[in-house]
Each structure stands twice: as C-alpha cells, then as structure tokens.
C-alpha cells in the first residue's frame, strides 16, 4: 500500500523549533517532489515548502523563508521540515505531499498527487 505519513507535531511555544518528518512507503513507490502544505483554521491550504527529487533546489513560502528548512534521504523515502522561530502564525494542519510526475520543487498542489492526513502543530504566544 502507498502512502506518506506525517509525524512531529503538537504543541510549542513562539520562538520554539519544531521537527516535523514525512515518510512515504510502497515496495514500487519512489516519490519525486515532496512539500508540505498547511492549512490553519478558517483559511485556504497554502504551500510551506517543496524539495526537488535529489533535493538539489527548494522552495520556500516567503512567510517561513529564513525560519523553515526542508531536507530528504530518498533511501529511506523520508522528508523534514525543521520549523524554528515558530510564530503563533504557523499554526495549522501540516500535510506532506508527494509527486510522481514532477521532480522539481513546486509550490503548487497541482503537482502532487499522494497527500497524508495531516498534523497538527500549535504555536501558543
């Protein structure tokens, strides 16, 4: 079965640091791109952050450029966002989301076709 899991979350303080981790699983399944989304309550599903397939370039929202880093190890088909200087701001569900077509780092749901069930994570002031 093909999946991509989420883990890491809850809650921390502003100005705390955050991990969060994806991993995909599947015998045949080799994901390319990987991001995370996040959407906070009330509001739209907006992208975070996106790594390429050998995780050479990245994308970053600007509103977590400079706090958020996003790495990969496609051998053990695993991703993490390190969230430092959360703000009350980054509160929200994570998703991660995987890509089979793109292998560049994209900012665009469009691109990603295997989504998790989300995470949550709470920035209290």
């Known amino acids: 079965q093909v999946q991509v899991v989420e883990s890491g979350g809850g809650v921390v303080q502003a100005g705390d640091s955050l991990r969060l981790s994806c991993a995909a699983s599947?015998?045949?399944?080799?994901?390319?791109?990987m991001a995370w989304f996040r959407q906070a309550p009330g509001s739209e599903r907006e992208s975070v952050a996106a790594?390429?397939?050998?995780?050479?370039?990245?994308y970053f929202a600007d509103s977590v450029k400079g706090r958020f880093t996003i790495s990969r190890d496609n051998d053990k088909k695993t991703m993490v966002l390190q969230m430092n200087s959360a703000t009350p701001e980054d509160t929200a569900i994570y998703y991660c989301?995987?890509?089979?077509?793109?292998?560049?780092?994209?900012?665009?749901?469009?691109?990603?076709?295997?989504w998790g069930q989300g995470i949550q994570v709470t920035v209290s002031s």
């Open positions: 989301a995987t890509s089979t077509p793109t292998i560049h780092a994209s900012g665009s749901s469009r691109s990603y076709d295997l």
């Open positions: 599947g015998r045949s399944f080799t994901p390319l791109a």
């Open positions: 790594i390429s397939f050998m995780g050479a370039t990245t």
